[in-house]
């Protein structure tokens, strides 16, 4: 009953009509208020928490749950804490993960310019690295728009097999290790201060290269019959050009402006970009047409991460709050690889239990705020913890789409998942403990 209710909602809520208006203001005002202290944060957070009121009901109940449950949370931490005599003022409370809430609402646009289309592949093992990796490249700007538009492709009347499953989950989960427009990596920049990407892209690109080789070898080893017999969907060049554009760019812009930050860059980027494109392949008013209908009924689907980020933005900055008043104490003094490995298992084993791996890398970097001494380890592990958890967590999103859209029920998800994950758990502790051992910090 009540999921027919949000079904419903989502198609007649009159709110939506006005939501993409306010939230994409919300994004401006941010990206002003970065580019220039104008003081218009606070407007910025006041449209942002007036759009998630508007758009809550179209919400499903599990997601407004686990979120008024990090509302609550937070709220109550922070009051605690200003009983005790933080001086936590309103402001850094619900505008703690702001920013992110305009880098989700910037990367909607990359959507507009997308264009999909294949190439001839005969069936066959060929034809299954071809569609892994044009899914894992195109994944890394067009998020989770590409799980549906390449499993659309890939699926059969009764759901998508085995082989078509790890192509979506594996291909998408691993771009999570590296791509700045995949929300992760622009949230562990924020809130893990000191985070160099020059001394983690090198391990992380690393791990998703061993997660992509390890799906290869795993696809010829236990699905060798019907890797035969795949004819996948082998993204056309043209396809992958706008990710490699907006990828070089980001990388040469933070290059020469490091002053900058990356949420920053991606999030101009990727509204101009798409914007400029489509301009440059049509004209003005076709692009105008098309940016208004964005806005007007593409902008207000972004309300369940935006939801989710804001409040786990509120959580987190109670948490910090408590810590810092001595309410809160940690088991340890300092981060380091031990610290770091026992955090990634967490994320993963926790997120296979229900909990939003966002929220948990919000919740331990909050928590572990004044004592990281050791910010690209820990970078690290929040990222391939939150990849690993979208891939093998039957709550993520990623597994969501997997189960309404193509029919994968939770025990495939698990059964298919598991051994891959624990496999990548190891790599990915062995990986942080190597990376101690090369005096990266």
């Known amino acids: 009953m009540s999921n027919s209710l949000s079904h419903t909602l989502s198609k007649s809520w009159p709110g939506a009509k006005i939501s993409g208006c306010i939230v994409l203001t919300m994004c401006l005002l941010t990206l002003l208020t970065i580019a220039f202290p104008v003081g218009l944060a606070g407007l910025a957070t006041l449209l942002c928490w007036l759009y998630i009121t508007i758009e809550m009901p179209r919400l499903k109940p599990k997601q407004r749950k686990q979120i008024l449950i990090l509302l ?64 894992h490249f195109f994944s890394s700007v067009a998020n989770f728009s590409s799980v549906i ?36 990596l622009p949230l562990v920049l924020e809130q893990v201060p000191g985070v160099d990407l020059t001394q983690v892209y090198p391990f992380a690109i690393t791990l998703a290269v061993i997660g992509l080789s390890l799906s290869i070898i795993e696809a010829r080893v236990r699905t060798a019959t019907a890797l035969q017999r795949f004819s996948g969907y082998p993204l056309k060049a043209e396809t992958l050009a706008l990710p490699i554009v907006l990828i070089t760019l980001i990388l040469l812009l933070s290059w020469q402006m490091p002053q900058l930050p990356m949420v920053f860059l991606v999030s101009l980027l990727s509204i101009i970009v798409p914007i400029a494109l489509m301009t440059v392949m049509s004209n003005v008013r076709s692009t105008s047409r098309r940016v208004s209908l964005h806005v007007s009924e ?35 003094t300092q981060t380091d690889a031990s610290v770091a490995s026992l955090v990634l298992l967490m994320i993963v084993g926790l997120a296979y239990l229900g909990i939003h791996q966002l929220a948990l890398v919000a919740i331990f970097a909050g928590l572990l705020a004044d004592i990281t001494v050791t910010p690209n380890l820990m970078a690290v592990a929040y990222v391939l913890g939150t990849s690993l958890a979208m891939s093998g967590s039957t709550f993520s999103g990623l597994n969501f789409i997997m189960k309404s859209r193509f029919n994968v029920t939770d025990g495939e998800i698990i059964r298919h998942q598991l051994p891959y994950n624990l496999v990548m758990l190891t790599a990915g502790c062995g990986m942080i403990f190597l990376m101690q051992a090369l005096g990266v910090q």
């Open 298 to 332: 593409k902008l207000s689907e972004s309300r369940a991460e935006i939801s989710l980020f804001m409040s786990a933005g509120v959580l987190a900055a109670g948490v910090k709050a408590c810590i810092g008043v001595g309410l809160i104490s940690l088991p340890f």
């Open 72 to 135: 609550s949370i937070g709220i109550a931490a922070a009051v605690l804490a200003w009983s005790q005599g933080a001086a936590l003022s309103t402001q850094a409370l619900f505008g703690e993960h702001l920013k992110l809430a305009m880098l989700l609402t910037s990367i909607s646009f990359i959507g507009m310019a997308s264009q999909v289309g294949s190439e001839v592949s005969k069936p066959g093992l060929r034809s299954f690295i071809t569609t892994l990796l044009g899914m």
């Open 149 to 184: 538009i390449v499993g659309d492709q890939l699926k059969q009347k009764q759901g998508i097999d085995q082989l078509s499953q790890w192509v979506l989950s594996r291909g998408f989960g691993m771009a999570v290790l590296w791509s700045p427009f995949l929300s992760l």
